[in-house]
Nanobody, 120 residues
Framework: QVQLVESGGGLVQAGGSLRLSCAASGSIFIINPMDWYRQAPGKQRELVARITTGGSTHYADSVKGRFTISRDNAKSTVYLQMNSLKPEDTAVYYC??????????????WGQGTLVTVSS
C-alpha cells in the first residue's frame, strides 16, 4: 500500500506565505504526476497545480504567479509554496499522487487534507 502524509497548513494573513508538503511512502516503484487540489466550503474540489515526473508544471489560472509546485523524487515528496495568499485561497488542500507500485499496479492516492485559512 501507499500512504501520503500532508503538513504545512494553518492560519495566515492575506499577503502571507505558507508551504505545504506531502510525503509518500509504501510500496512505491515509480511516482508519476503529483497534484495539489483544494476544496473551499460549498465548492467543488479543484486542481491547483500539477508536476510531472519530468518536472513539467501546470497551474490553475487563479494561482499562477503566486504558487509554485516542486518535487523531491529522492524523498518522494511534493511541495506547494504559496505566496501572496488571498482570502479566496482558503480551503482544504489535498495532494494526490499517481503511483506505480512494486507489484506494478497503478494507484491514485489522496492525502488526508490540510486546512489553509487566509484572513483579510
Amino acid at each position: 500500500q501507499v500512504q501520503l502524509v500532508e503538513s504545512g497548513g494553518g492560519l495566515v494573513q492575506a499577503g502571507g506565505s505558507l508551504r505545504l508538503s506531502c510525503a509518500a511512502s509504501g510500496s512505491i516503484f515509480i511516482i508519476n504526476p503529483m497534484d495539489w487540489y483544494r476544496q473551499a466550503p460549498g465548492k467543488q474540489r479543484e486542481l491547483v497545480a500539477r508536476i510531472t515526473t519530468g518536472g513539467s508544471t501546470h497551474y490553475a489560472d487563479s494561482v499562477k504567479g503566486r504558487f509554485t509546485i516542486s518535487r523531491d523524487n529522492a524523498k518522494s515528496t511534493v511541495y506547494l509554496q504559496m505566496n501572496s495568499l488571498k482570502p479566496e485561497d482558503t480551503a482544504v488542500y489535498y495532494c494526490k499522487v499517481a503511483v506505480t507500485t512494486t507489484l506494478h499496479t497503478y494507484l491514485e492516492v489522496w492525502g488526508q487534507g490540510t486546512l489553509v485559512t487566509v484572513s483579510s
